[in-house]
Each structure stands twice: as C-alpha cells, then as structure tokens.
C-alpha cells in the first residue's frame, strides 16, 4: 500500500482538485493508496473541506493539530499514523504534479530506498530560487550528498526510513540526508513543477535562515551524534594549542630581553597577545569539559535509540536481537 502524506496549511482552495487527480492516477494505475491530510492549524475551511472529502472516500485518513506545529511535525504525525508500506509527501498547494507517482514507485523498484524530486525547471519568484540554489550547493558540499533539490516537497521511501528518522524542528528538508547517514540509498529524478494557482507561499526570509542553522544542526547529528568529543574536543585543542603558543612566545620573550623587569611586566602586559592567549587557554578548557559531558549523555542515553541501521538479519539467533 502508498501512504500518501499531505501536510496542509490554509490550502483549502487547492484539496478537492489536488484529490481529483490523485484519485484519476491512482485508479489508472491500479494503486493501493491511503491519503493521509495533516491540517497543520489552518485558520480557513480546510479542515471542513478535508471532513467532506473523508465522508465520500474512505481511503481517505486526517490529522487535525490544536494550532501551526510546523510542516516538520505534520510529516511525522503522518508518518506514524501511515500504514502502507510505501510512504510519500507531497504539498497541497498543486504546485507538486500526482502524474508523477507511478515514476516515484518505479524508481524505488529498482532497489533504491529514497527518491528525491527535482525542480529542475522551477516555477517560482526569483527570490526563492536563486536562494535555494545556493543552500542546495551547501547542503551537497557539507552533508557529502550531492541533490539538485534538497527541498523538493514531492519525496518517497520506504517505510524503513521512516522508522529509523525523527522529524523536528525543519528538518524535514532533511530527510535524504538523514536516510543517507543512515546507509539508505538516495536518488533523485526531474519532476514536472507547475505554478502556484491557489493562495500563498507561507516561506518568506526567515525559511533561508532556519535552513542554514538547521544545516549545520544535520551536519553534527549525521557526522557526530555518536562522538561529540570527537568535533568538541579537536576545536577544544586547537583554542588550547593556540593560547598555549602566545603564552610561550611572551613567556620567552621576557626570558630573553635584557630591559629591567618594570619595563618588562609592562610591555608584555600591554600587548593584546596576552589576554587573547590566556581567553583561548581557558575557552578550550570549556570546550573539551562540554565534550566530556556530552559524551556522558551519549553513552547513558543513547542507549535508547540505536547507533546502526539493519538491512538483513539471518538465522534464528539474530532474528530477534537482544
């Protein structure tokens, strides 16, 4: 079965016509689905116009929140109310194409677990698409995982990936990236993108600086969630090592000068070296205690969530792990 997962947001123009079309791809191609709608706090008639869809299709399931949560946490109450095997996210504004389903399903058939969509042809104000270019580059550069369109809105993977990612924040742009830090196999393929018809973009500039700070927050759950000490610790060394070496420069210089010692004491005190030295001194001090400490809430936490991702277990002894 395809879940297909449809966070909404004051969309309520866009659902019947964006159900329509899901419905005529699904019965051309003969799809077992489950529509899942999570009304993320919508302040017009979306949710009466979810109930009424609900009322006349039963494959029809939906999430109603208390007020915005944020698209990150109405993917993941999606994913874990979901029962198909099969999970996929697509926006209710139309802008993202139902043709394109059975492509997304054909792809994961050939073995792969995430398939990305890519905007090549993006019809949006230049101001979100240049932006978006450059946050795609970085997120390639830094995460190791070379995507046209990171934030493409039309995603599909198994529901093994869903199990084994949390969802907070915005990380939802994330999750390629997540599943690929987890050894998932990540692909992408060009998908259709068609203009807005019905109200609003709810992304302004404020979108473009959570994603960079969100970035840097993948960047260390992926390459150091695991071994804190081991991004902590080094910059610790390093503000150690520096101060360290000004400190031993002034301290030879006063060893070897030949000035009286009240000329001395003064000169090397006035010098901006020396408050700077012992400032990096006590800064990778901190760093590597925090490094301790957080390594002490890895080891006594991370227990509960597991540092490995299991593709295959065989024999009767591994079935069941202990």
Known sequence: MLTIIIPVYDEAASLAELHTEIDRVCREQQLEVELLFVDDGSTDKSW?????????????????????????????????????????????????????????????????????????????PWHKVY?????????????????HDHNCGLKCFRREVAAEIRLYGELHRFIPVLAHARGFVVTEIEINHRPRRHGHSKYGFRRFVRGFLDLLTVKFLTGFGQRPQHILGAVGLLCFAMGGLGLTYLAVIWMLTN???????????????????????????????????????????????DTYSVAERLGANALSPP
């Open 131 to 147: 932006p978006s270019l450059v946050f795609n580059w970085l997120v390639s550069r830094l995460t190791g995982l070379a995507l």
């Open 259 to 305: 000035l009286p010692p009240h000329l001395l004491a003064e000169r090397i005190g006035d010098r901006p070296l020396l408050p700077y030295s012992i400032v990096l001194l006590l800064l990778g001090g901190q760093l590597i205690s925090l490094g301790f400490l957080a390594e002490l809430i890895v080891a006594y936490t991370g227990r509960d969530s």
């Open 48 to 124: 009466p116009v979810i109930r009424e869809l609900a009322a006349r299709d039963s494959r029809i399931g939906a999430i109603r929140f208390r007020r915005n949560f944020g698209k990150a946490a109405a993917l993941s109450a999606g994913m874990q109310a979901a029962r198909g095997e099969t999970l996929m996210m697509m926006d209710a504004d139309l802008q993202d194409d139902p043709a394109e389903i059975p492509r997304f399903l054909a792809q994961l058939a050939r073995g792969c677990d995430v398939v990305n969509g890519w905007k090549r042809r993006r019809l949006d």
